[in-house]
């Protein structure tokens, strides 16, 4: 790893689409960055040997009514939040606010207490990028993210002389976990679609002051054709960890009714 120029993993997956994002009324991926990254940049110990990042809470999620959400954090975060699958890649959400701007479950610049905090979130502000090689990723930080000190002591260290800090390895290890499980959600909704079970979806609600909303733009599994797959489908979507998810899914819709009211 040369730390002279940048952070590099031993391997790695493309990251910069699984951002989906949940725009107006409807749900749709976005069109460049990944969601809440403003300015990414390649870390390196000879221009960011001096920066640091301080603790700031949730409020650069305030904003994102859904969040990505990878296959092993499902059990976790139904209980918390409606599940669906958009874009044209069907993947994984969490939703986070029926309206346009609106996380209900960052309040006062925190994530609420006792609610499941996404991987996407807990990885901000670190997100790998693509090198020239097809096969490559370095670690990147989001410059414009508020919590980055740039000159001055408050806060962690990225670096410590020319070596990457505690903080630093961390991140960088939670990437490479983050990546291999974007790979397995990526398989899961491939799945999914393939097996023709995904229908689309829009959620009628009634909110708190009384105004009717329809969130739009998503997919569902369909239980009935879920039940309907041939004995040899179920049995390989169990061994390869499918089902429980799929249930974890279908479990986490009555979750709609809690966003409308909480």
Do not use: K
């Not at 009324?25 to 990414?40: E, F, G, H, K, Q």
């Not at 209900?104 to 990885?123: E, K, L, N, S």
């Not at 096969?135 to 410059?143: Q, R």
Request: include cysteine.
């Amino acid at each position: 790893m040369n730390t002279d120029t940048s952070l590099a993993p031993d391997a790695g997956d493309d990251v910069d689409a699984d951002a989906v994002s949940a725009a107006a009324d409807s749900i749709t991926p976005p069109a460049s960055w990944p969601m809440l990254y403003r300015r990414p940049v390649v870390l390196s110990s000879q221009l960011h040997a001096h920066w640091r990042v301080r603790q700031t809470g949730a409020a650069f999620a305030a904003g994102s009514h859904s969040i990505p959400l990878m296959i092993g954090e499902f059990a976790a975060a139904s209980r918390a939040y409606p599940l669906v699958f958009a874009g044209p890649e069907h993947l994984p959400i969490a939703v986070l606010g029926l309206e346009a701007e609106q996380n209900r479950f960052v309040i006062a610049d925190q994530w609420q207490a006792g609610a499941y905090i996404p991987a996407y979130v807990r990885r901000y502000p670190f997100v790998f990028a693509r090198t020239t090689d097809p096969d490559g990723y370095v670690l990147a930080i989001d410059a414009d993210a508020d919590m980055i000190v740039q000159e001055g002591e408050e806060g962690q260290p990225l670096f410590e002389g020319d070596q990457p800090s505690a903080m630093t390895r961390h991140a960088l290890q939670f990437c490479e976990a983050f990546t291999r499980e974007d790979i397995a959600t990526r398989a899961f909704s491939a799945a999914l679609a393939e097996a023709g079970v995904l229908i689309e979806r829009q959620a009628d609600v009634v909110l708190a002051d009384g105004r009717r909303h329809s969130l739009q733009g998503f997919h569902v599994v369909d239980p009935a054709r879920l039940d309907a797959l041939p004995d040899a489908t179920l049995v390989h979507w169990h061994r390869q960890g499918w089902l429980a998810p799929a249930y974890f899914h279908l479990a986490s819709l009555g979750r709609f009714a809690d966003l409308a009211t909480g």
